[in-house]
C-alpha cells in the first residue's frame, strides 16, 4: 500500500484554485479544439484536444491519483476504454473474461473474438481452480471484474495477478462497481484499471464516460498513444462534468453503501424473497474475500423473488425506485438483468452466468433508507399471488 491522500482530499483539491487569470477557485471549462503555437518547432503541451486537454488531464489526474496509477486515459465512455486495453493482443493471443462479465464487455469479447482478433476464454475467475488452469493457457490480457455484475461474485485480484506473472500476462480490472474508494486493483497487483465514469464517479446519471489507468508510466503512456490514435478520448466538457460530480464521492458512496446494507438484510429475511447477493451479507459466498480486498461492500445488489411474486406486479408497484439500465447515481435504479443489462448475451450464457428471469438488479441511491426500504417491501407485498 502508498502513503498517497486520502480519497476525500484528493477529491476536494485536485485542480481547485489554481486559475491564473482571474482567480477562479473552481476549474474552468476549456473547449478549444486547437492550441496556438508560438513557434512552429515548439510543440506546446497542448496542441490539438482529441490528444490533450486541460479538462481531461485534470480528471486523468484525479483518477490515476485516486487509483494510485501512473497515468492512463479518460475516454468517451466506459466501452472505450476497456477498447483501448484489447490494443496490447493480436491474433492468436488469448483473452481471459469472466463469464458473468459486464454484458457490453461479454459482447465487445465475443464479435472481436469473432473477427479473429483474438481468442476469448470465458470462465469462472471466482473458481480458485477454473483460474488457474486459465492462466495455464498462457493468456496475453486477463480481464478481470469483481464484484461481478448482476450476482456480485467476488473475484481474488492479488491472486489472478500473481497467476498473470508467470506467463506475462497483462491484468485488468474493471472497477466500475466500487469505484476507487472501496477498491483499488493497482495496489492488489493488477497492471491497468478500467471505470465506465458514467457510474459512481460521475455520480448524477448525466454523463457517459470512461478512464483507463496503468500502475507503470510506459504502460500509461501506451495507453494514452492507443486512445489519440484510435481518437476515442472524451470531450473536455465531459471530463468537467465528471471531475464535478467526483468531488462528493465520498459523502454519496458511504451513504448508499449504508442504505444497501440494510436493504439486503430486510430483504434476505424475506420470505417473497429467494435470495439476495450481496457482498455484506455473511452468507454471500464471496463475503470474506470482499472483506479482505475492499473498503467496504459497496451500495449494489441483486436478489431473486420468491416463486408466487410476480416481477411484472413487483416492478409495476414501485414509487420510489426507477427500472432503468445503470447505476452509481444519486437515485435508486433497479433492472431485471435478463431481458435489460444483459439481453446483448446470448440466452444459454445467461444461464450459464445464474442470471435467472426473476433476478432485479438494484443500485441503492441516496433517498432516506426508511423510505427505500417501505418502497421495496410495499412493492414486494403487491407483488405476492401466492396467498
Ligand atoms: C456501465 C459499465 C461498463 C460500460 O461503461 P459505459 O460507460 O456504459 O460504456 C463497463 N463495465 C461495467 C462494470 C459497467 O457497469
Known amino acids: 500500500m502508498t502513503d498517497r491522500r486520502k480519497p476525500a482530499t484528493i477529491l476536494g483539491t485536485r485542480s481547485v484554485a489554481e486559475d491564473k487569470a ?22 506546446p503541451p497542448y496542441d490539438y484536444a482529441r490528444r490533450a486537454t486541460p479538462n481531461r488531464d485534470q480528471l486523468t489526474g484525479a483518477l490515476a491519483e485516486l487509483e494510485g496509477a501512473a497515468g492512463g486515459a479518460v475516454t468517451a465512455s466506459g466501452m472505450a476504454a476497456i477498447d483501448v486495453c484489447l490494443n496490447f493482443v493480436s491474433p492468436g493471443d488469448i483473452v481471459v473474461a469472466p463469464h458473468d462479465c459486464y454484458g457490453g464487455t461479454h ?40 464484484p461481478s455484475n448482476p450476482l456480485m461474485r467476488i473475484t481474488d485480484l ?51 464516460g470512461g478512464a483507463v489507468l496503468a500502475a507503470k508510466q510506459e504502460l500509461a503512456e501506451e495507453l494514452a498513444w492507443w486512445a489519440n490514435a484510435t481518437g476515442v478520448t472524451g470531450p473536455a466538457f465531459d471530463s468537467w462534468l465528471t471531475l464535478r460530480g467526483m468531488r462528493s464521492l465520498e ?33 454471500h459466498a464471496g463475503h470474506d474475500l470482499a472483506m479482505r480486498q475492499q473498503k467496504g461492500p459497496g451500495s449494489m445488489l441483486s436478489f431473486e423473488l420468491a416463486s408466487g411474486v410476480s416481477l411484472e406486479r413487483f416492478l409495476g408497484s414501485l414509487e420510489i425506485a426507477v427500472l432503468a439500465e445503470s447505476l452509481g447515481g ?41 423510505d427505500l426500504e417501505q418502497d421495496f417491501l410495499a412493492a ?8
Open 107 to 146: 459482447r465487445l469479447l465475443t464479435h472481436k473474438a469473432r473477427r479473429g482478433l483474438f481468442e476469448v476464454h470465458f470462465c469462472d475467475l471466482t473458481n480458485p481452480e477454473e483460474a488457474e488452469a486459465a492462466f495455464a493457457r498462457k493468456p496475453k490480457l486477463a480481464y478481470l471484474e469483481t
Open 22 to 43: 482571474h482567480g477562479m477557485v473552481a476549474p474552468a471549462i476549456g473547449l478549444s479544439t486547437t492550441f496556438k503555437w508560438d513557434d512552429h518547432r515548439g510543440k
Open 330 to 370: 444519486f437515485e435508486t435504479l433497479l433492472c431485471v438483468p435478463d431481458t435489460m443489462t444483459h439481453a446483448g448475451m446470448e440466452e444459454a450464457a445467461r444461464r450459464e452466468a445464474g442470471i435467472s428471469e426473476g433476478l432485479v438488479r438494484v443500485s441503492v441511491g441516496l433517498e432516506a433508507a426508511e
Open 158 to 208: 492479488a491472486r489472478c495477478a500473481e497467476l498473470a506473472k508467470a506467463p506475462g500476462c497483462l491484468t485488468v480490472a474493471d472497477n466500475t462497481f466500487l469505484s476507487p474508494l472501496l477498491q483499488n486493483p493497482l495496489d492488489l497487483g493488477c497492471d491497468m484499471v478500467v471505470h465506465s465514469t458514467t457510474k459512481f464517479l460521475s455520480g448524477h446519471s448525466d454523463v457517459v
Open 380 to 387: 414486494l407485498e403487491a407483488g405476492n399471488c401466492a396467498d
Open 251 to 283: 459523502v454519496r458512496q458511504l451513504r448508499q453503501q449504508e442504505t444497501a446494507g440494510r436493504l439486503a438484510e430486510r430483504l434476505s429475511g424475506d420470505p417473497r424473497v429467494a435470495r439476495v447477493f450481496y457482498p455484506g451479507l455473511k452468507s
